[in-house]
């Protein structure tokens, strides 16, 4: 597996080089496009904005290392949370509103979604519709989890569903940000959780 550790390489000043115990990896997406996150890191809070994450995997599968794993940022403002999380995202636009006299889909962030044919309809969490992640995504989320659990030494033990949960660590070692918070929408119903549980734990 090739990791790409350069192109989008985040300065110091985006995480903090304080390496601790890993527990778990949280899987959430990027919300936008393009790498447009990664752009936004770098330029918020006086370009010293931590609420970062570890690795990014675009919609091609490629996976994009922004800092080494062992270290952490405050993409949760939780410390304990962050301390013992590797958190990857998965480019992904997330949730869309559908225009019905245009007859197209708007995401959240009032862009047209020009990818009509990959839209997932589904209500959950107040939204209908939802951008879909791609078959690449999944195989090199598959890969790049089974090398960090065994790096870390953290179970390949994934949580089946992405609703909300008390304690994740006794349910799951290897959970989706929804499972953190009522209000978070990622991963979304276009991730199928059983099945990609299925495919980690297949020897």
């Known amino acids: 597996m090739i990791i790409d550790d350069i192109s989008y390489a985040l300065p110091l000043d985006n995480y903090i080089q304080i390496e601790s115990i890993k527990k778990q990896i949280v899987i959430g997406h990027t919300g936008n496009k393009d790498m447009r996150h990664v752009i936004g890191w770098l330029h918020r809070f006086n370009k010293k904005y931590k609420k970062t994450a570890a690795f990014t995997i675009d919609k091609a599968g490629i996976i994009y290392?922004?800092?080494?794993?062992?270290?952490?940022?405050?993409?949760?403002?939780?410390?304990?949370?962050?301390?013992?999380?590797?958190?990857?995202?998965?480019?992904?636009?997330?949730?869309?509103e559908k225009d019905v006299i245009k007859n197209e889909f708007i995401t959240w962030i009032g862009d047209i979604y020009k990818q009509s044919s990959d839209i997932v309809d589904k209500k959950w969490r107040g939204y209908t519709y939802w951008s879909s992640y791609t078959e690449e995504?999944?195989?090199?989320?598959?890969?790049?989890?089974?090398?960090?659990?065994?790096?870390?030494?953290?179970?390949?033990?994934?949580?089946?569903?992405?609703?909300?949960?008390?304690?994740?660590?006794?349910?799951a070692s290897i959970i989706y940000r929804s499972n953190l918070n009522k209000n978070y929408t990622d991963l979304s119903p276009a991730w199928d959780c059983n099945l990609f549980k299925e495919q980690l734990e297949l020897k």
């Open 65 to 96: 290392q922004h800092f080494d794993p062992k270290f952490q940022s405050r993409f949760f403002n939780d410390v304990d949370l962050d301390n013992k999380s590797i958190v990857i995202l998965l480019e992904n636009q997330g949730w869309l």
């Open 137 to 171: 995504q999944v195989i090199s989320t598959k890969i790049l989890i089974e090398m960090l659990c065994k790096e870390f030494f953290i179970p390949i033990n994934p949580i089946t569903h992405n609703t909300k949960i008390d304690n994740t660590l006794e349910e």
